[in-house]
């Protein structure tokens, strides 16, 4: 499965997930919203939560939108593609650890594949960052459970489970 994020620039660099996934040839940026291609977008503004039914309409691509979570806001996911949310996760980057739904570009697009039954993929996209082995040990139960649902409903039921007990 392709991961493909939109990239807008405006965090540091430096800490830059899409960045280091562009450098390490996990994932392909596109500077400019005409040039990403059709999948399933990953939009927490989505009325949908991400399931493995999806995969059926992802035509093998993940796109992510890197920006701030600041101009995170639902006029910037007007790409084309099948747009799903992502269901409760907890992030493992330093700047957010422990924050639910607070994950990085690498975190999104590492759950996804998850979803959809990639673990190994995720794992491998995951592999330039230092806590990327803790965000799927952290997340290891809700992301085999989403795995395993049939379609978005079964997913919102595992994460009104997961909400329930925080």
């Known amino acids: ?21 562009e450098r390490f040839d996990r994932a392909i940026l596109h500077r400019s919203m005409s040039q990403v291609p059709y999948g399933v977008v990953l939009n927490p503004h989505a009325e949908q939560a991400l399931s493995p039914a999806d995969t059926d309409d992802a035509l093998d691509t993940i796109v992510a ?55 190994e993929a995720a794992a491998d996209l995951l592999e330039p960052f230092r806590w990327g082995e803790t965000f799927l040990t952290l997340n290891e139960e809700p992301l085999r459970r989403y795995a395993d649902c049939a379609d978005s409903g079964e997913v919102v039921a595992v994460q009104d489970d997961y909400l329930a007990d925080e």
């Not at 700047?95 to 039954?117: D, H, K, M, W």
Request: aromatic share 10%; hydrophobic share 40%.
């Open 1 to 21: 499965m392709e991961c493909h994020v939109y990239y807008e620039g405006d965090d540091d660099p430096k800490k830059c997930t899409a960045r280091r996934l």
């Open 65 to 119: 939108l890197d920006c701030s979570w600041e101009s995170a806001e639902e006029a910037a996911f007007s790409m084309p593609g099948i747009h799903r949310a992502l269901p409760f996760l907890v992030a493992a980057n330093p700047v957010n650890y422990g924050r639910p739904f607070q994950l990085t570009t690498a975190e999104a697009l590492a759950s996804a594949l998850c979803i959809f039954g990639e673990q």
